[in-house]
């Protein structure tokens, strides 16, 4: 983050390990989003599922978003309205159809009573599904729907630095990506249902349902 602020001094940074105010010299109210390590729990336990998420935000306009994965030497990047890469090459989300055909990515947030009630949500989702994968790091999960390797991707509690590069990556690889009431997500909101744009309406319309049953 030294590098950013010194390259960008009057832009903020917004980032887990703390925030940090710009000078205010651009006028441009722009700010980097930054998380070092996305899936922290992963990285301490030897599981290679962990990224270092940086984004570029104007106000609320996501700019462009890298997510890096280390273990696999990989990245992903985007610029709005140029596209989405994984290293130099351009990607599309999957062209899943049906539910039948998912692969379902769930996010898992802490404490046990909001881990119970989100497992508790997907009992009627998921078994229609193909296969299920946690894979602890919500950057990649966008992300691996933006390069067709899951559909859907749940959380109902991100923060702005979990979730900001890996939804522009998603956005602009063909991505859709809302809050739980169907809303375009807008960045900072911490609920996120992503998924390949055929089956969207689907998976939202069995959550609505759980969350009114």
Known sequence: MSTISAAFPGHDILSEEGNRAGDG????GFSWVVDPVDGT?????????FSVSVALVQGKQLL??????PS?????????????WLDEQPIRVADTATLEE????LGSPYGAQAM???????????????TLRTIGSAALSLCYIASGRMDVYMHPLLSPWDTAAGALVLKEAGGTMTDWQG????????????SSPKV??????????ALEG
């Open 116 to 130: 119970r009630r989100n497992l508790d949500l997907s009992l009627d989702i998921v078994p229609r599904c193909a």
């Open 72 to 84: 696999r030497d990989e990245l992903f990047t985007a610029i709005r309205g140029l596209g989405a």
């Open 102 to 105: 998912t692969v379902f990515g």
């Open 200 to 209: 969207h309406a689907e998976v939202l319309a069995l959550l609505h349902a």
């Open 25 to 28: 010299s651009d006028g441009q």
């Open 183 to 194: 809303r375009d997500w807008q960045f900072g909101g911490p609920e996120v249902l992503a």
């Open 41 to 49: 729990t992963n990285y301490y336990r030897g599981l290679p599922f």
């Open 64 to 69: 462009v978003g890298a997510v890096y994965d």
